[in-house]
């Protein structure tokens, strides 16, 4: 299986985010990993230009989070509630991960794998904490347009979401929370 890669990334619009829930407009991991892009890039130049901390490349923060559900192509999304119901099924599923990480990787070109063993694999912690961050970002802005639209079944994730990442105590999305936040509540007009 080589050169598939590509073709299956473009599947990734396939795949449908909060099953469980019921949405006032659907959300798939193309469009969730671009939100997570833009987010993770803004973050970790928060972190380097504003509060001036140390932080990875911006640039790399971006291309993570870009393939950050790319397993997911392989897998399907699992929703939250399951993946997270206890530490063995969490277990197996990072396992699960990291073979279906293994597989997109063999369906690359021999000379293009190195380049992406970073990103598909998620191994530089540093790159990750700040993807996560911008991940549980996402998916708080999904449960205010939720709720924009009149939706209450987000309520719940959304306070759930806020309290997980005021716990996740990184300074550029507390700095992020503050001073961005808000306009995602405001519509066109009032942007």
Request: hydrophobic fraction near 40%; aromatic fraction near 8%; proline fraction near 6%.
């Amino acid at each position: 299986m080589a050169n598939e890669f590509y073709a299956l990334m473009g599947r990734m619009r396939n795949i449908n985010r909060w099953s469980l829930m019921r949405n006032s407009f659907s959300e798939n991991i193309q469009e969730h990993s671009h939100q997570v892009a833009i987010l993770a890039h803004g973050l970790a130049l928060i972190r380097r230009e504003i509060l001036q901390l140390p932080c990875p490349d911006p640039d790399k923060c971006a291309v993570a989070a870009l393939y950050h559900d790319a397993t997911e192509t392989l897998t399907g999304d699992l929703p939250t509630p399951i993946k997270y119901y206890n530490p063995d099924i969490k277990a197996a599923y990072k396992q699960v991960e990291h073979i279906a990480a293994q597989r997109l990787l063999d369906m690359l070109p021999k000379q293009l794998r190195p380049f992406y063993v970073s990103p598909i694999m998620e191994d530089d912690p540093e790159i990750a904490v700040i993807v996560k961050a911008a991940d549980k970002l996402s998916a708080y802005i999904k449960c205010v347009e939720e709720q924009k639209a009149g939706n209450s079944e987000f309520e719940s994730a959304a306070k759930q979401t806020m309290d997980s990442m005021l716990a996740m105590e990184r300074p550029e999305l507390d700095w992020f929370i503050r001073e961005c936040l808000t306009p995602f509540s405001l519509n066109l007009d009032q942007l």
